[in-house]
């Protein structure tokens, strides 16, 4: 009954910003934990930021600072604004429940290059 929908990739230049945004049908952000993860190529996907209901973030190391996530909003949708991109943050970014990754989205493309 989940669904997840990204949307907001693009091609930017090196130091760039981009807002992803994901829209999930069939739970709310409001009430679980959710992850934002993303696969560069020829790698796993990783984990790489997460918000939990109560609104605490948790960041991967080679994203904090740059990567932030916003609280679920009554549409439930969650916004991830990503600033001073690198191109080492190219790959394909997904949204998902951490406790349940049984379904998974299309994905956004993320490119970044100079």
């Known amino acids: 009954q989940v669904q997840l929908v990204e949307s907001g990739g693009g091609l930017v230049q090196p130091g760039g910003s981009l807002r992803l945004s994901c829209v999930a049908s069939?739970?709310?952000?409001?009430?679980?934990?959710m992850g934002w993860y993303r696969q560069a190529p020829g790698k796993q996907r990783d984990l790489v930021a997460s918000?939990?209901?109560?609104?605490?973030?948790n960041y991967a190391d080679s994203v904090k600072g740059r990567f932030t996530i916003s609280s679920p909003n009554a549409k439930n949708t969650v916004y991830r604004q990503m600033n001073s991109l690198k191109p080492e943050d190219t790959a394909v970014y997904y949204c998902?429940?951490?406790?349940?990754?049984?379904?998974w989205g299309q994905g956004t493309q993320v490119t970044v290059s100079s």
């Open positions: 998902n429940f951490p406790a349940q990754l049984a379904v």
């Open positions: 069939g739970r709310s952000f409001s009430s679980y934990t």
């Open positions: 918000i939990t209901s109560r609104g605490s973030t």
